[in-house]
């Protein structure tokens, strides 16, 4: 080979390293690159998609005509949204409280203990409790969650260590511990007015998406599922002589296929409230409705419309 045609060898050699010197990325620049592709290849992982069955809506009717303020309809198991409005507007959520009052008792005491109803107040949803009576856990429980008895749910506080101050802490200390990040409880009964019909300077308040949470939880505790589903029971005190008839105010018990019950709640400022489970051929629905003005019907239209208009599928089937 001759020497200009070695000279220009070399040259062409130095020249496609010194390019490729240039051109190749640094080790910054390469961890740059990495970290922004990253996290799409985290949001492709299978992990991400529900467990259970999801429900699609085949028909794209549209969610029927409501008056509540805040609605959710939702699947427990797979935790799939069908419908939302306003579901985390912090709203008063009345007597949907005694869900938190109910979990706080159930944590501390145990079904047989027996209570003395000492001096209350006297105001809004009760049982008529007697003052000296004595009742047990189990039974005060159907009154608070049956008949939504504030009563009970003063008598349940008071027995507290602490009194009904420490029970109400509680109850926000386990909502933290529950990731109900917009909920307070000001009481165990939900009352926003004092029995002059003042407002109270504290209230309680949360949301929908908060309550369908906290429902869930609950609904995992085989006494309170027992609890919110009976119609109607009698209970009586230790002594059995006083006795209080109980009807559940959850009037769709027994009325709409697959209710299971869950919660009621009623006061002139939070308007009509209810929470409800429902369950057909094996498939979940809870429903929340918030500052409504027929809860009832309401609910039970929204049931029917999920039902008819939504199929689940099996994730791993698609």
Request: aromatic share 10%; with cysteine.
């Amino acid at each position: 080979m001759s020497e200009n045609k070695w000279l220009i060898l070399k040259r062409g050699v130095l020249f496609l390293f010194l390019l490729g010197f240039f051109l190749w990325p640094s080790q910054s620049d390469y961890l740059t690159i990495r970290a922004r592709f990253l996290p799409a290849q985290a949001r492709l992982l299978p992990l991400a998609l529900p467990a259970a069955p999801y429900p699609t809506n085949f028909t794209g009717k549209p969610v029927p005509w409501f008056s509540a303020h805040s609605v959710l309809v939702v699947d427990p198991d797979s935790a799939v949204i069908l419908y939302a409005k306003n579901e985390q507007a912090p709203l008063l959520p009345a007597s949907t409280v005694k869900m938190m009052t109910a979990l706080v008792v159930l944590e501390h005491y145990r079904l047989d203990d027996y209570l003395t109803v000492n001096g209350m107040d006297d105001f809004g949803q009760d049982i008529g409790l007697v003052t000296g009576e004595r009742l047990s856990v189990a039974n005060l429980l159907y009154g608070l969650l049956v008949a939504s008895a504030n009563d009970a749910a003063q008598v349940l506080a008071q027995h507290y260590p602490g009194g009904q101050l420490a029970f109400v802490a509680r109850m926000n200390q386990k909502a933290q511990e529950l990731n109900l990040k917009n909920t307070v409880f000001a009481n165990p009964t939900g009352l926003d007015v004092d029995e002059q019909e003042h407002p109270l300077a504290e209230v309680s308040y949360s949301t929908g998406l908060d309550l369908s949470r906290l429902a869930r939880i609950a609904w995992r505790e085989a006494t309170f599922r027992q609890l919110v589903a009976t119609p109607q029971i009698t209970i009586t005190d230790a002594s059995g002589m006083i006795k209080h008839p109980l009807t559940n105010i959850n009037t769709l018990l027994g009325r709409l296929a697959g209710v299971q019950g869950i919660k009621t709640g009623w006061t002139e400022r939070a308007g009509e409230c209810l929470v409800s489970l429902v369950e057909r051929e094996g498939h979940h629905l809870l429903v929340v409705v918030l500052g409504s003005q027929n809860r009832f019907d309401e609910t039970a239209r929204l049931v029917e419309w999920a039902f008819a208009n939504y199929r689940w599928q099996d994730v791993q089937a698609s």
